[in-house]
Structures are given as C-alpha cells and as structure tokens.
C-alpha cells in the first residue's frame, strides 16, 4: 500500500501532527521556500502527503483532507545472497550480480604463498560469491561493498573482478571504470522502466569525469509536488566536490517531470513512497550508473528533501547497506526500523523557522530515533556548521540546526557533502 501523510492546512491555520507507526510508514511533503527563502508567491502550496492546494497565495499554504496511506510495503529490492560473503560496513549492496555455484572455501587447507587461494578453495572471481558453501574468501559481488568475514588467505593477492582477500588492496571500481564515457546532458531527463513504469531522472557528470578515476554517487530527492528540475540549483554537488561526484537526481512517483521547474505549484503532485517500485528504482539506478560510469561502488550517498527526506530516512533502514550514508533535510521519519541492525551514518537538518516539519515533530524525534538505533550516548561535540555529533555512536550520527524554513539551505548542502566526503 502507498502511503501519504495528512495534514492541515499550514498556511492559514497551520497544525501539523504526524505519527510515527511502523518502519514503512512514510509520507511527507516537499514544497516550500527555494533557496533560503519561502515559496514563491502566486503559486498553489504543497499538501501535506495530501493533493496540492491550487490557487493559494505562495509561503507554503497547505490543502487539508488529502488521504493517508498506510503501510506502504518495504521489500529488501533485490535477492540477497546466501552462502557469500557478508557486506563490509558501509559498502554498497551487490546489484545485479549472479552468483557462482560449486565454488567452496577451503577448510583446513594450508595457507597459500605468494597471493595463491588456500588448496582446495579457489577465489571467486568476477566479484561472485560462492554459494552453497563457506563464506567465499574475501569476496565482493559486482557492484557491492567488500566482503567481510570469510575465509582468506594469509597475503593473498587480488582476484579479478576486485575480490579482496585478507593482505590485497581492495578495488574500489565500478564495471564502467575503463569503458568509453558517454556524459548525457544534466538538464535532459532520463528514462528506465521499472515494472511496467517509466521512471526519469538527471543526471550531473564531471565534464572532468574520463571513466578512470573512480568518483563518487550521490542521490538527491526533491519533496512532494516538486521536480528534479526544481533542486538540481540547490544541492548541485558535482560542481561543490571539484569533479569529485556524481550526482544522480531521480523523480518521483507521478507525471512525467519535464524541463520546467515546478515546486509546490499543484502541478505534478509528485511523492515518494516507501515501497518496493522505489527501492527496485534507486537500485537499477546504481547498477546501470556503475555499469556505464566509473564509480567507486564503497562510496555512493543518499539525501533528501521533505517527503524525499522522509524516503531518506525510509531506505536507510529498508536498505542501509545499499548507501556509504544518508542526509535527510527537512524530513522526518522514520520512527522504527525492521531491520535492527540498520546503524547507517546520517545527517540530519532542521530549520527552526519552519512550520512545515517543525523541530518538535521532525527534526527532533528523527535525531533521537538514529541515536537510539545507532547506540550513541550524549555526550556531544561541535561539528561542521551548527551541527552537533555524538559519540559512542556505531556509525555516526550528526544534527545540524539553522534559522531557515522549509528549503534547502546553502548550510545544508554545503554541510552534507563535507559529511558525505569525510565517510571514507
């Protein structure tokens, strides 16, 4: 089931309630301010997980009585496999990759010299993990993080395909890397089907980017009744990293995008949902950008703003292991996580000036969700800009707080790639 939040109309008589139920429940707006401003006037507001309000003066008014959805189904997105190697903290989720049969670890095998696999327990090559037996030694599956935890030869060398054994470097390499670069143009959208439905998104490429040093992935989500088009401006973090990243901008559910932008104008009426569409979305996205681009497959991020800041929190839980780290903005969520051991680094932003997700109903609750989650204690620090980290935390987990409203500030952006970067 697809799930969208209710709410008041917050311009007029503004009173927003929100409750958190269960790790799929998710909905949230995305329309207000741009820049650091409040929306535009002459434009309809933004419904809270509800339609757009149309016709209403700008400064974010908001239409009351749209539905809420429940329970919107959270799958993991793709077939996990079993027998291989677990996924090394903060390393992205294999996609895509079949698994090798037969292939088994060596067990009581003596260790192998100059970076041979122990007698009997052959590595897996081309990043396949061996099924149907022990963990495969050091193995890492297309596309996905390092493995940890199988068995592993003392000095062994790299197998092909970057399958990393305890002493080998690891190799940080998408399938792209070595490939001839087709750069598309960041303002034209793309297009891939995903069950039936054609999905859009831009995409911002280096013009420095030559498919042999891998860069970074960053996702960036705009908020509900918005476009891609609208936040490509705001967060722009190809141009903020000097050539460093990617920056993929997926659209969400609704009518086509176009080139226009469109922010709370009661025209798209787009949303994020957490459910298994948009997470087999974000991953086929990973898997075609790391098949075409050279991207380092350890070092891919997700950030949001509004209902994609809740769809930040969302996935985080769903699928930690998919993104090296999250940074909601504006969002809120998610409330609970199934999976327990989802401890993801995140960042999060809230501005006391807005009225939309307001500090005690979203920024707040999301801060001491992830605190408990990730089992930090409170003794706290000074980080970036007005931002607080905490420490004893499994992964880290940061709130930043600023004066602005329902946007996504320049101390936001400037401060989520300075995370993003600093997560090795």
């Not at 957490?274 to 086929?284: G, K, L, P, R």
Request: charged share 10%.
């Amino acid at each position: 089931m697809k799930t969208r939040l209710q709410c008041g109309n917050v311009f007029a008589k503004c009173r927003f309630s929100l409750l958190f139920l269960s790790a799929t429940v998710t909905g949230l707006i995305g329309c207000s301010g741009k820049g650091d401003s409040v929306q535009p006037s002459g434009s309809g507001g933004a419904a809270v997980g509800g339609a757009a309000a149309a016709g209403g003066t700008g400064g974010g008014s908001v239409d009351s009585g749209g539905a809420q959805p429940t329970g919107g189904a959270v799958t993991t997105g793709g077939v996990v496999a079993t027998g291989g190697a677990a996924n090394a903290t903060g390393g992205a989720i294999a996609t895509g990759g079949t698994i090798a049969t037969g292939g088994k670890a060596a067990t009581g095998g003596a260790n192998a010299t100059g970076g041979k696999a122990a007698t009997g327990g052959a590595n897996a090559t081309g990043g396949k993990a061996a099924t149907g037996g022990a963990n495969a030694t050091g193995g890492k599956a297309t596309g996905g993080g390092v493995a940890t935890g199988g068995a592993t030869t003392a000095g062994g060398a790299t197998s092909s395909g970057g399958t990393t054994t305890a002493g080998g470097a690891s190799s940080n390499r998408s399938p792209g890397c070595g490939t001839t670069i087709n750069r598309p143009n960041n303002k034209t959208q793309q297009t891939m089907t995903i069950s039936g439905t054609t999905r859009y998104y831009l995409l911002d490429v280096p013009t420095s980017a030559d498919n042999s040093t891998p860069l970074m992935l960053i996702f960036a989500l705009h908020g509900y009744d918005m476009n891609n088009v609208s936040v490509v401006g705001l967060y722009n973090f190809t141009s903020r990293s000097s050539g460093k990243a990617i920056t993929v901008y997926p659209q969400g559910e609704g009518p086509a995008p176009g080139d226009t932008s469109h922010w709370g104008d009661g025209v798209l009426k787009s949303t994020w949902t957490a459910n298994d569409a948009n997470y087999t979305f974000m991953q086929s996205l990973i898997t075609d950008l790391e098949s075409r681009f050279c991207i380092d497959p350890s070092r891919v991020y997700f950030t949001g703003f509004s209902m994609g800041g809740m769809f930040t929190n969302s996935i985080a839980c769903a699928h930690s292991s998919w993104f090296r780290g999250f940074a909601p903005v504006e969002g809120m969520g998610p409330g609970s996580c199934a999976d327990k051991n989802a401890k993801p680094p995140i960042m999060i932003h809230q501005g006391t000036a807005d009225t939309t997700v307001t500090p005690t109903a979203g920024g707040e609750p999301t801060r001491d969700f992830w605190l408990g989650q990730n089992g930090c204690n409170q003794t706290t620090s000074s980080s970036f800009t007005g931002c607080t980290s905490y420490s004893g935390c499994a992964e880290p987990v940061v709130y930043c707080v600023g004066s602005w409203n329902h946007t996504i500030s320049s101390t936001a952006t400037a401060n989520v790639w300075s995370f993003f970067n600093g997560l090795q």
